[in-house]
């Protein structure tokens, strides 16, 4: 992920004397990072977690570091956010007796070392600590992990929300969103009138073909490898090099109609059209997208000289957000594609040219 204030210039708006990006044609990015520890701070300090179940008694106190980085780039509308951040909570907690007497207080800490918009739609990783490593202290700490963790998880959630819906810029960005539909009323009549005089056959069929195209993109990417095409193709349908070059789990049928599962299960589909050596057409679906979205692979390998490959990727119908409201699933895709699969093919099998 590239880092804030490091974009490509080419996308990054300069400062108009105006101060104005007109319609959000080029890239705003707004450093995040600051909002983000307040945001934290909200959501996580003095949250309490158990008070009194079982004799025992644990919040947490403060945010001590939130560290990494956040932005949120906007492009004509569309939100793109990014982070990669690492959170520290302090926390404290209390077993008593029956009676209500103190046995033991401890501190502690609560680390989330990566939270990252590439990994929006899982979980993070939780650790706790605690300082007194006793049976009670111990008590203390699954207490902690088993109550707090959920509790956690669910309010770093939020501030995944919050970063897919601009962050700091949402308010900005809805009032933009309303300006225009009030200053278009007349022009929108306008157009009303005129489209009641063209070929209502006509102009349902663009709309339905409007919508089905309407937040979807494609990807083509073309990669040259030092190899047989048979062999490029039988590495792409081995679930055994896939797991090799990947270091993920993968099961791929070979057969037409035949499923796959890849990346630990994160990629799900089926396979289309099979030509050995020269074609591979498959549905594509991840994880993180919307129930019933599938896209579609296909992938030409072409051979202009013994030894050298020409594999051309197209894949279509891919959703510009997930489930979770993230914009940066193209981009993502498209990263995956070329950094995790054909590239680490190239270096993995030595294919490089």
Known sequence: MAKYGEGDKRWIVEDRVDGANVHNWHWAETNCLEWSRNFFNKILSNLTILDGESNLFIKTKKIDKVEGEA???????????????????????????NEGVSLLKVDGTVEIPYIADENADEDPEIRVTVKDEGPIGKRLKEAMLSKGKPLILERVGTFVQSMAKGGPCKDELEAKKVAPKINNI????????????????????????????????????????????VHLYEILMDENRWKG???????????????????????????LELEDGKLIVQKWRFGSWPDGIDSTVR????????????????????????????????????RGWRDLILHKIRAVFGFGI
Request: hydrophobic share 30%.
């Open 245 to 271: 070059f990947t270091q993920s789990n993968a099961k791929i049928s070979k057969e037409v109609g035949g499923e796959f599962s890849i990346f630990d299960g994160s990629v799900t589909g089926r396979n």
């Open 299 to 334: 992938l030409t390998f072409d051979e202009p000289e013994p030894g050298v490959t020409v594999v051309k990727l197209i894949h279509t119908d891919i959703p510009e957000e997930d489930r979770y409201g993230n914009a940066t699933v193209v981009e993502n895709t498209e």
């Open 71 to 97: 932005y949120v780039n906007v492009r004509k509308g569309k939100i793109i956010p990014g982070y990669e951040l690492s959170v520290s909570i302090s926390w404290e907690g209390e077993a008593k007796d």
């Open 186 to 229: 007349s022009s929108a009549n306008s157009s009303a009138v005129n489209e009641v005089k063209k070929d209502t056959v006509a102009v349902s069929e663009k709309k339905k073909e409007s919508k089905k195209k309407e937040g979807f993109k494609t990807i083509t990417l073309t990669e040259k490898f030092s190899c047989r095409a």
